[in-house]
């Protein structure tokens, strides 16, 4: 009858895994794996961003001045910011190029001045 009894248990036990078992199964297939298919904050990625009372006040005058949040200012400095890398070779190579227009000119005016004077070796300057 021990046997019996110890066989009945066992079963009662097994009963039991099983079914908690299925209730681990129901209960995730009710989980969404993916829970949304957007991120949160309207689509965009989202990152916490720590800076002092000070900043934040000069942020939210900006913003107010400019007829944005705060989270819109950011956004456009920081865009700024990234593209100033770009500006910044634009106006080396702009530099650049009016150096030589200057230079070129002022060859000219050399040889114009040269040539109004009789010199007619520019290169012979007092």
């Known amino acids: ?31 969404d794996p993916m829970p949304s298919a957007k991120p949160p904050g309207r689509g965009s990625p989202q990152f916490v961003l720590r800076y002092s009372p000070k900043m934040r006040d000069q942020i939210a005058r900006l913003a107010k001045a400019n007829g944005r949040s705060i989270n819109s200012e950011l956004i ?24 030589d227009r200057v230079e070129r000119l002022e060859s000219v005016v050399r040889d114009h001045d040269a040539k109004l004077s009789g010199d007619d070796d520019p290169a012979n300057e007092d």
Do not use: C, P, W
Request: no cysteine; proline share 0%; glycine share 6%.
């Open 76 to 99: 456009a400095l920081l865009e700024r910011a990234l593209n100033y890398g770009d500006d910044v070779e634009q106006l080396q190579g702009s530099i650049g190029e009016i150096f």
């Open 1 to 31: 009858m021990a046997k019996k009894k110890s066989e009945s248990t066992n079963a009662v036990d097994r009963l039991k895994r099983n079914v908690a078992a299925l209730d681990r199964m129901h209960a995730a297939s009710k989980v």
